[in-house]
């Protein structure tokens, strides 16, 4: 039996809800853009690259998905130029990448936070600690960008709202669950208002996590304190 009909047995046995959302999550990243360039983590520490020099292959592909978001990073801003000069597309392409990147940054956050190690035998690795913790408060700017994209398609459901520096202010007050109550989203914007609020609990959720992971341990703190 193969290592991925294996877990799927096993985690139907005990949660078929994990099992569900294990299977949803890998699905999205077989349809992320980012297999591309960095593969995923399982197939990575099980590569022969991996196996004859892990912190070469490790620093390869991390160059690769720096260089990744780097590039996104350029997408988001000429499309936030783009939907803001009208230069004639359709405003569903601009909307449609943006959305592209969004389930990108949450499938991602969630597949290293939460199902990669079920996926092999192996030990997931990481390039660093802290790199990953930085590398996650600019996915968190990301999607403040990228959600601030599809409003800017939107205005006219945003009152109160006029261009798109109101369309990336409405993101980040929405992002950061303020709310101030001086653009209201209307129709369809209430549900990507609503999206954003879920998207981004759940990605502060699993940053705070990979932040207790690396903090020193309790004992290794009070291992010679005098008072044991």
């Not at 096993?10 to 297999?35: A, C, M």
């Not at 959720?205 to 005098?226: F, Q």
Request: proline share 3%; with cysteine.
């Amino acid at each position: 039996m193969t290592r991925r009909r294996l877990l799927g047995k096993q985690l139907r046995e005990y949660s078929i809800i994990t099992w569900f959302f294990e299977r949803v999550f890998w699905l999205l990243h077989l349809l992320s853009p980012s297999r591309i360039v960095g593969g995923s983590r399982v197939a990575h520490v099980s590569s022969e690259a991996f196996r004859q020099n892990p912190r070469a292959a490790t620093a390869a592909r991390s160059r690769r998905k720096e260089s990744y978001i780097l590039v996104w990073f350029i997408i988001e801003l000429l499309l936030l130029l783009v939907a803001e000069i009208e230069v004639g597309w359709p405003l569903w392409i601009p909307r449609l990448l943006a959305c592209i990147r969004i389930v990108d940054i949450f499938q991602s956050s969630v597949n290293l936070s939460v199902f990669d190690q079920l996926r092999t035998d192996e030990r997931i690795v990481i390039a660093s600690a802290v790199r990953t913790l930085v590398l996650s408060f600019l996915n968190y700017l990301e999607l403040l960008i990228c959600f601030g994209i599809v409003y800017v398609t939107m205005l006219e459901k945003l009152s109160g709202a006029d261009g798109w520096m109101d369309a990336i202010y409405f993101s980040v007050v929405t992002q950061l669950t303020i709310g101030f109550g001086d653009i209201r989203p209307l129709g369809v914007a209430r549900f990507v208002s609503a999206t954003q609020g879920l998207v981004a609990v759940a990605f502060t959720i699993l940053i705070l996590g990979r932040l207790v992971s690396v903090l020193p341990k309790i004992e290794s703190v009070i291992k010679h304190s005098p008072d044991e």
